[in-house]
């Protein structure tokens, strides 16, 4: 059996690239330092000998860009397609068989994360984890094709957004993975912070 493919959908951290909500509350520079972090942490947890990893990046010149510490330079790049995030997870995904796909600004997910989401396609087509502000973390699918016709119609950037997919996919089709924060404002930074300290 081939291995399953983790796509991992990023946006060049750059200043004034990325987390702009973020960047309003706390300044460009201090959104870009974090923003560095969550894509350093997320590629450094996407690679692992159990599923082939990818990066689907935007802007064209992110196919090029070098950020030595940040995107490993010996992993696959592919363009993100024009249009809203419906349309490009929908082309990133259609190709592959048993894939997942996940952002770049969830600095929960750990290795375990994402195996159980593979792990869960052997008892439903589909499985996805929420964030909770209403989106979702990973989607991930058996056909990515079958995901990919599901992405239309979605109120993307809401609290709804999660919930349209899942309405999209038939719910009883799709398995639920633990629900966790990404970061899109101060409160979510706030937020992770707080549950790290707790943690400690």
Known sequence: MTKPTLIVMAKAPVIGGGKTRLAREIGAAEAWRIN?????????????????????????????????GVWPRNLPRALQCAGDLGARLAAAMAPHRFVAVIGS???????????????ALRRAPFALGPTHDGGFWLLAA??????ARAMSGVRWSSQYAARDVLSNLAPRTVARLPTLRDIDVLEDLQAVRAQRSARR
Request: glycine share 4%; net charge positive; charged share 30%.
């Open 142 to 147: 058996r056909k990515g094709r079958d995901a």
């Open 105 to 119: 600004d969830c600095p929960m997910i750990d290795r375990r994360h994402i195996a159980a989401a593979f792990t």
């Open 36 to 68: 560095r972090g969550l894509h350093a942490h997320t590629l450094r947890l996407a690679r692992d000998e159990r599923w082939r990893t990818m990066l689907c990046v935007s802007p064209r010149a992110a196919l090029d860009v070098q950020l030595p």
